[in-house]
């Protein structure tokens, strides 16, 4: 019912709001030596010889900063007891994924540009609250880069929606965005240092069956009558605006059906290489410049202003092309503002999970379980899912998911 989903919601949203405030807290005492057990560096005494060929202090090593400039002195750095916050993270953002939209499934967003402009706003608030908690932390014009890819991607999803459908645009995107977010940071893309599983193969086997887990969602059918009619009028219902202005046919009504599948699909692409490298930009800071905080939280301001800059920046250009008549429904305000903030704390997590469990780690993992989430929203309160193929596929594809994931955390270690 709606009063059980919203009080799962709620609960969810506490725990999780405690959960981002203590690693918030957490992260603004740096570890110590003594906290730390040294890798393939082992001890060291008086100085440090770093990758480029500098020399730092040994009490510079594993200190939380780049001292030595290609962040040579921060690796092989394991914090002995630091490993569950990344894998509670990654559940916290994995629940949060695969929920923000309830909030607003039963709204009509427009052709969502309105819809998308109050979702950023929304988690544009979430990292200023990180950022007042984490103190004065200067503002990275490089990490807001990160943020600006995103928000790019994000703009593809409504012509990717019109042109091949939500399905299948979910299906490209996703599997693009865990491939190149796994792949850049597994192999240095971008100029972030790779990084390296004790063993390769199992990561490399857990990705591809991550991957094919995509595959399996995407048989699983929803029991709603009138699906794809649903998706136009809640996703991108163009025909009135609340000044009744109608369409008169946009662009992709006038392409073929296979100029529309081939736009959408590369779109999709695009969409999802956008969102697979929104956290390289940080990375890179951390990575190559000297003396940059290793606490992933400190660019998480930065990230989102750089998601709510580009979305301010695009509305404005929209409305401009509406002639100030932009498609506005006032009341999906507070929904669109809850999900952005449900967003915005999964983004949150995402970014401390890059931390605690590497890059390489922790995207197969956040990549492919908000579809498990969805799926079970749909499964167990909507009663959107049933028959014995639906959940043939369904199941199937939870099997892949958890399967790939064991293999990826195995190869951690």
């Not at 819809?115 to 706003?121: D, E, M, P, R, T």
């Not at 692409?269 to 969102?275: A, F, L, M, N, T």
């Not at 404005?316 to 506005?328: D, L």
């Not at 009341?331 to 999970?353: E, Y």
């Amino acid at each position: 019912t709606m009063s059980s989903e919203r009080f799962v919601l709620t609960v969810v949203f506490v725990v999780s709001v405690f959960f981002v405030a203590f690693a918030t807290a957490e992260g603004q005492t740096q570890p110590t030596r003594t906290d730390l057990t040294f890798g393939d560096n082992g001890n060291c005494s008086g100085m440090f010889q770093c990758d480029n060929g500098n020399n730092i202090s040994c009490t510079e090593r594993c200190n939380g900063v780049n001292d030595c400039g290609d962040n040579s002195d921060e690796r092989n750095c394991t914090a002995t007891s630091n490993d569950w916050k990344g894998f509670v993270a990654a559940a916290v953002a994995s629940v949060f994924f695969g929920s923000n939209f309830i909030p607003v499934k039963q709204f009509d967003t427009g052709d969502g540009m309105f819809f998308q402009w109050v979702l950023c706003a929304s988690i544009w608030c979430v990292g200023l609250i990180v950022n007042i908690t984490q103190g004065k932390v200067e503002f990275q014009p490089i990490a807001a880069l990160g943020g600006m890819t995103w928000a790019i991607g994000n703009m593809a999803v409504v012509p990717v929606i019109s042109t091949i459908g939500l399905a299948q645009g979910m299906l490209i995107w996703g599997t693009t965005n865990m491939i190149i977010g796994w792949a850049s940071a597994r192999f240095g893309w971008f100029g972030i240092y790779p990084e390296k599983p004790n063993d390769p193969t199992l990561q490399y086997i857990g990705v591809a069956f991550a991957a094919v887990s995509v595959l399996g969602f995407a048989f699983v059918k929803p029991n709603v009558s009138k699906v794809e009619d649903d998706e136009k009028e809640y996703l991108i219902n163009e025909e009135t605006s609340l000044i009744g202005e109608e369409r008169k046919g946009s662009f992709f009504d006038r392409l073929s059906s296979t100029n529309k599948r081939i736009f959408g699909v590369a779109l999709s692409v695009v969409s999802g290489v956008c969102y697979g490298v929104n956290f390289d930009p940080p990375q890179v800071i951390m990575d190559t410049q000297k003396g940059a905080s290793q606490d992933a939280l400190d660019y998480v301001f930065s990230h989102f202003s750089g998601i709510f800059i580009t979305s301010t920046f695009v509305f404005m250009v929209y409305s401009a092309f509406k002639r100030n008549r932009p498609v506005v429904y006032s009341n999906i305000i507070l929904p669109a503002f809850v999900s952005g903030a449900m967003w915005g704390i999964a983004q949150t997590c995402w970014f401390i999970a890059n931390e605690h469990l590497s890059q390489a780690i922790a995207f197969p993992i956040i990549s492919t379980c908000p579809g498990v989430v969805a799926s079970l929203w749909g499964l167990i309160v909507f009663r959107e899912i049933s028959g014995g193929k639906n959940l043939f596929f369904l199941f199937l594809a939870f099997a892949l998911t958890f399967t790939g994931i064991a293999l990826v955390v195995v190869s951690k270690n």
